[in-house]
């Protein structure tokens, strides 16, 4: 278990909040970390990329000059993959990058890239409750109050997020919504600082904590 200071929206102390999550062995938490970054960068990946074999080139059916007396190498194609134009040998063709992870693992790996960055953590009562309107200096200063500076890669962790809220933040390159039901270990890992409201603290214990 982890205790949380939670801050109000002018960045005082107004409490403390709990996360018990049950992570993996030490010996083991790495390994899982890892495979599970791995999986995922390679399931975001599209493989599409896709090459023309010298058969499928279109053209070269005709032989480009005859097979002898010119003094030159003899030449089937112009469709070879030695010229120009021609195929490509063991280019890339459209395949799925998916790696499979069971469930239990991907949960694991989640709550214990979670609990590793409880350090890290900046808990926050009612978020942008305050924001009426979309307003991206608020956010920025709410975070200066906060005491994150500027450039730091900022995970903004919410339940049922504002729309106020949302477009507030989407202007700001160093800082990445989320909804707290929808976490993934690489934004956990990526980001410098995390900054959870109460709610959505309430809302990952309820959705990740073993019953």
Request: glycine letters at 8%; charged letters at 25%.
């Amino acid at each position: 278990m982890a205790n949380v200071v939670v801050h109000d929206w002018h960045g005082k102390e107004s409490g403390e909040a709990s996360l018990d999550l049950k992570v993996a062995k030490e010996t083991s938490a790495a390994d899982l970390l890892h495979r599970a970054v791995v999986r995922q960068l390679a399931n975001a990946r599209q493989g599409t990329a896709s090459t023309l074999t010298r058969a499928e080139v279109a053209g070269g059916g005709r032989k480009p000059y005859k097979q002898k007396g010119t003094g030159r190498a003899r030449q089937g194609s112009i469709r070879t993959p030695l010229k120009p134009g021609g195929g490509v040998v063991f280019g890339p063709k459209p395949r799925s990058y998916e790696l499979a992870m069971n469930r239990k693992e991907r949960r694991l790996a989640l709550r214990t890239a979670l609990m590793s960055r409880v350090a890290d953590i900046v808990a926050v009562k009612g978020f942008g409750s305050e924001l009426d309107t979309p307003k991206t200096k608020e956010i920025t200063a709410a975070l200066g109050r906060f005491g994150i500076q500027a450039d730091t890669k900022v995970l903004l962790i919410l339940d049922n997020a504002s729309e106020a809220v949302r477009l507030s933040v989407r202007n700001l390159e160093k800082v990445r919504l989320i909804a707290a039901d929808q976490l993934n270990v690489f934004d956990l890992l990526h980001a410098s600082k995390l900054v959870v409201s109460e709610e959505a603290l309430a809302k990952i214990q309820e959705v990740y904590g073993d019953v």
